[in-house]
């Protein structure tokens, strides 16, 4: 059923979505020239890799994600424009609007098994962790809320997580970890 609910809910917004995605995806080559998108694999459900597409916020090239993202960047950050690709992603099958964030693939060996139990779900656009504090959260707080949607997911819960993602978007708030222009690697190392 939620898969079914997915699908329907991509291709009924699809007229307000695709219009936003294309301009957006002007306005990155204007502002950063090709490629338009990022590209990266992530962790899906059961553990499978595949590749999650994202507008692209940073400059290619050495140095840090603070010296790299645009100013543009992190507008599209800010609102999560960047992350409308992933709608063809949650098409395709590989996301769901709603479950934990797929994370790259580095940090598969680094879950305890508690941790690793995000992965029993499709992972999704926005979360429960997202609606929580986003990046501005502990690597473990962040888990437990992942853990705990797991646990408790229920298509009215995914309701309240979609009307939670609007306000949490238009506050901008926790785009970044304090002291990061993105957010700090996880290491597999507990943390308060």
Not at 51 to 62: A, E, N, Q, V
Not at 74 to 86: C, G, I, N, V, Y
Not at 87 to 112: E, H, I, K, Q, W
Not at 153 to 163: F, G, M, P, V, Y
Request: aromatic share 8%; net charge positive; with cysteine.
């Amino acid at each position: 059923m939620k898969r079914l609910i997915d699908i329907l809910v991509v291709i009924a917004l699809a007229p307000v979505w695709l219009p936003v995605l294309a301009l957006s995806a002007i306005c990155v080559l204007v502002a950063m020239g090709r490629p338009i998108f990022f590209r990266q694999v992530r962790v899906g459900r059961g553990g499978k890799p595949f590749t999650i597409f994202k507008l692209r916020t940073m400059r290619i090239g050495d140095g840090s994600d603070a010296e790299r993202i645009t100013p543009f960047g992190a507008f599209l950050r800010k609102t999560s424009l960047d992350e409308l690709p992933q709608l063809f992603n949650v098409l395709r099958g590989d996301m769901s609007l709603v479950g934990p964030r797929p994370l790259p693939t580095a940090y598969l060996p680094l879950y305890s098994k508690e941790q690793a139990r995000r992965h029993e779900l499709r992972p999704g656009i926005t979360g429960w962790a997202q609606v929580n504090g986003r990046n501005g959260i502990s690597w473990k707080r962040r888990f437990e809320l992942d853990v705990w949607y797991v646990d408790h997911r229920s298509l009215l819960l995914d309701a309240r997580i979609a009307l939670m993602t609007v306000a949490a978007v238009f506050t901008g708030r926790g785009v970044s970890a304090e002291g990061e222009a993105t957010v700090r690697p996880f290491t597999g190392e507990e943390e308060s």
